[in-house]
């Protein structure tokens, strides 16, 4: 049984481990550091050690692809109103209760209808359905970084980028290798508070924070942050103006910041779905703190998902849901002030 897994063409020798002692594994790509025993799998279902060695397990099969607005990612200021070629692969290395995908992150990789695909054969699919970039989502791809480097760096050399969909729960050293090729990046920012982070996801704060000043400040990734506003739970005005201040003062005033509506699902099926008018409250204390860029999500709201010029405030893209219906602007600059709007618009 052992030799076939290792022969397993979706088993690829991991590259984030250290031996320890009595046949463990210290798995070392994120700060959840599993150690894991001979014949068993991390915390993510999908790492697994096997006679010492630390292989990956899902590398080259997804659970599927599709072809989404990129505005579904969500991104507003990365290539809008293009397509993106959309993937994930099953399990996770968080443990939110309120998971709003968690028949993908849940699962284990044996368990879930799945597809093969090499790294070349994604990049094709992104060039057959002519895609200008390719999107790591559905369950956290930091799960699945070998296969995220592999694909990047084909993607890059064929001109198309990589887009990361993420909770930003990973390791510092192998946060530099996974995002190498990576041209954006969604990250949650879940709430602000650690009794959220330690209570509903099995994770903390202070890494998700460290991961966004990093990717802001040391990489050249295009960030945007999304929060999932959850009635009662991290929905306060004081602590969206907290989470708002720490991303004026720490990432910028020019990040976009995403608030969207939850809906009860997995182990929250008791919450209310997300009021709008709770959305609306976040996105004005947002703007009031700073904020240049912020963004309502899961409802229709035209006036909270058209992207404003911080100089004129003039609407210079104009979108409904994840359908952009007009683009106002030069390049990167607004056709009525010829101010710049930060982004990655061609
Ligand atoms: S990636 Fe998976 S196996 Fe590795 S430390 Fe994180 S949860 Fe554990």
Redesign the pocket.
Known sequence: MTEKKRNDVNYKLAKWWEPQPNDKIL????P???K?GNNQ????Y??ENIDNKLYSTSYGRTTGFAVDPIEKKPLSHFLPGTNVLSFGTAGC?LGCKFCQNWSISKSKIDEIKSLDASPEQVVDLAKKYKTPSIAYTYNDP??FGEYVIDISKIAREENIKNVMVTAGYIDREARKDVYKYIDAANVDLKAFTETFYHKLTFSHLSDILDTLIWIKNETDVWLEITTLLIPEENDSADEVKQLSNWIVNNLGENVPLHFTAFHPDFKMKDKQRTPSSTLNMARDLAISEGINYCYVGNVHNIEGQTTYCASCNEPVIIRDWHSVLDIRLDGNKCKSCGESISGVFE
Do not use: S, V
Request: aromatic share 12%; hydrophobic share 30%.
């Open positions: 798995c070392t790509l994120c959840r550091y599993c894991i799998k991390g915390f993510c999908i790492r290395n930091t799960i």
